[in-house]
């Protein structure tokens, strides 16, 4: 199912931090700490040996951010999760199913 972004917000940072989560798929992903997953965490809260929409997280780090900016989108569903890396994320802006939290999804140069 595809669904249309229906925000996308970015954010100036410097000196950021983000969680680096591996993936038993051997996706990673790295993504602000107060990012929620689809399951009502954070980032910050995933451990090795945990679950992230029920694959087998690895290892996660925190890590400096190498990117001047990040961004959050929403997009057009009910829930207002997406996929990210083959696992279901919340998503950072109000509107869909999450609290609203400020996080980074996606880097950019």
Do not use: W
């Not at 950021?16 to 809260?45: K, Q, W, Y």
């Amino acid at each position: 199912l595809v669904v249309p972004l229906v925000r996308v917000n970015h954010t100036q940072v410097s000196h950021h931090h983000v969680m680096r989560v591996v993936l038993a798929t051997g996706a990673t992903l790295e993504i602000s700490g107060a990012h929620p997953t689809a399951d009502g965490r954070n980032f910050a809260d995933l451990r090795a040996g945990t679950t992230l929409d029920g694959v087998a997280v690895v290892a996660v780090d925190k890590v400096p951010y190498s990117f001047s900016a990040t961004y959050d989108i929403l997009p057009g569903s009910s829930t207002g999760t997406y996929f990210a890396g083959g696992a279901l994320i919340g998503s950072t802006l109000s509107g869909g199913g999450t609290s609203g939290a400020t996080g980074a999804c996606v880097g950019a140069p």
